[in-house]
């Protein structure tokens, strides 16, 4: 399968697959406590993103992402992200669209 | 094209690994149908909660699955209305509510609930609370930590070395 090695590329990819097709794109993420993996899925049934790991640390930043796409499919793909903790830097780094905000 | 009968398969009948038989009508295409049919039969029909009691039964799953098991929590993005209703909807000129749907499953069962704009925030909170909780399994990054220690030694060196001389 697809595994994404670069955690920030895994997310710019996914937000980019989620604002292109809303409606059909899915995010899934699949826990074994016995294994101790976790795996992310992002996808519109014609691409798919997958993300493994099995360090505590990612989960923290898998738990960020969880806020992105809440606020993403909550309130619609043209919502503003700076508002969501920590994608505010992502997105100044990666995606040069800012109207020049705090940097 | 039907496959002779042997001691494996019913007679003009299709068995599958879980002993259900299937008996096609004609073609490849109605057997896959008929697959289908039953597969969705099997498993157990999605509930749809509240925030809360699905917060509380994603515990419980968590829970349960610590032994052996995966736990899925899938997250989209639905206004929970059919296409026809879609329809009415555009062309009556009201714009469509989105919600997020949120499924978990455990294999076993499948609960799910859908957030609005106005919950997520709770929602979002309680969720990151119960996942922090739970995943407890996963490897904290000590090497790594012993791996960026021993490399800022490795800078410091080089850097007192490779320092360029002033003309």
Redesign the interface.
């Known amino acids: 399968m697809v595994y994404i090695v670069s955690w920030d590329e895994f997310v710019d990819r996914s937000v980019q697959l989620f604002k292109a097709d809303p409606e059909s794109t899915r995010y899934v993420v699949k826990y074994r406590h016995c294994d101790g993996k976790l795996v992310l899925k992002v996808t519109d049934n014609k691409e798919c993103l997958k993300f493994k790991t099995d360090q505590a640390q990612e989960a923290r930043k898998m738990e960020k992402l969880n806020n992105i796409f809440f606020t993403l499919m909550a309130r619609g793909p043209d919502v503003d992200l700076s508002e969501v903790n920590g994608k505010e830097q992502m997105e100044t780094q990666s995606v040069k669209k800012g109207s020049g905000r705090k940097q | 094209m039907h496959r002779p009968p042997n001691k494996f398969s019913p007679p003009g009948g299709f068995r599958r690994a879980d002993h259900q038989i299937l008996y096609p009508l004609c073609d490849s295409r109605e057997k896959k149908s008929l697959q289908c049919l039953t597969i969705c039969k099997e498993y157990p029909s999605e509930v749809l909660l509240q925030l809360d009691p699905f917060l509380n039964e994603l515990t419980s799953m968590?829970e349960k699955?610590?032994?052996?098991?995966?736990?899925?929590?899938?997250?989209?993005?639905s206004s929970l209305k059919s296409k026809l209703q879609k329809r009415k909807l555009s062309s009556a000129g009201e714009s469509i509510e989105?919600?997020?749907l949120i499924r978990a499953t455990d294999a076993k069962k499948t609960i799910s609930t859908s957030?609005?704009?106005k919950d997520?925030l709770r929602?979002?909170a309680s969720?990151?609370t119960i996942?922090?909780a739970?995943?407890?399994?996963?490897?904290?990054?000590e090497r790594k930590d012993r791996k960026k220690s021993t490399e800022a030694e490795k800078k410091e060196g080089t850097s007192t070395t490779t320092k360029p001389k002033k003309p």
């Open positions: 968590f699955s610590k032994e052996k098991g995966s736990v899925w929590v899938t997250l989209k993005r989105y919600r997020c957030v609005g704009a997520h929602f979002q969720y990151a996942l922090k739970h995943m407890t399994a996963l490897k904290k990054r």
